[in-house]
């Protein structure tokens, strides 16, 4: 079953000399259970990709089905954004970005009560994340592969149907990294989100369904990882 469907996605800045074409034509469906990975190198558009199907970015032109429905065409958005994101999206990032102040229960606690969701499913995503342990430990004595799993959970805090995460493994070791990458599976297979991870760690290819590539803009067919 298809999560998001984007059809021709476009976003330039700047203009004359300045122009840059951050993002050229780009299409992509993500079906739900699948994980798939977004290569290239610095530069490519792939984290503009990313903002733009979670609609932190809106395109200059193109399409966006979410299962199956119009939100976004060339006359505007057809949606709430607010609620799209509350409900729809999880987003995991390079850092954790967790509130200091509050253990890590507390942290994927706000995330439920801003999605919407009991404040229980907060133990019960750190469980099933190997961390429940550490419920009630502030983000600062955490270690690195926690407090990402940590943020996992926050993210997944409002049942999202696509999950997008840029560059989650980038301050991880290998063990640690590969440890989050086959987190991402699980959630695509257990919990029934599309996954969607931009990467440049090929040593975990082989986690993922599909790879895609991009390049200046450009991104670039499927294929099996």
């Given at each position: ?11 330039h800045y700047g ?59 060339e006359r505007g ?118 996954v969607l991870v ?28």
């Amino acid at each position: 079953m298809e999560a998001i469907r984007a059809e021709h996605l476009s976003k330039h800045y700047g203009e004359g000399d300045t122009l840059v074409r951050a993002l050229t034509d780009a299409s992509l469906v993500l079906h739900t259970g699948s994980v798939v990975a977004l290569l290239g190198p610095s530069g490519a558009g792939k984290s503009t990709l990313v903002k733009t199907l979670g609609l932190v970015t809106l395109p200059d032109s193109g399409r966006i089905y979410m299962d199956g429905a119009l939100v976004l065409d060339e006359r505007g958005l057809h949606a709430s954004v607010q609620e799209l994101r509350r409900s729809f999206f999880g987003f995991v990032f390079q850092r954790p970005n967790l509130v200091p102040f509050l253990s890590a229960q507390k942290n994927v606690e706000l995330a439920c009560e801003i999605g919407g969701t009991p404040k229980r499913r907060a133990r019960e995503l750190l469980e099933w994340l190997d961390v429940g342990h550490r419920a009630s430990a502030m983000p600062d004595t955490l270690s690195g592969g926690e407090q990402q799993r940590v943020a996992i959970a926050r993210a997944l805090a409002n049942k999202p149907r696509l999950l997008l995460a840029d560059e989650p493994t980038a301050a991880l070791d290998k063990e640690r990294g590969r440890a989050v990458m086959e987190l991402f599976r699980r959630v695509a297979r257990e919990q029934g989100a599309a996954v969607l991870v931009v990467t440049h760690d090929h040593r975990t290819l082989d986690v993922f369904d599909e790879l895609h590539e991009m390049e200046d803009g450009r991104l670039g067919p499927a294929h099996a990882a």
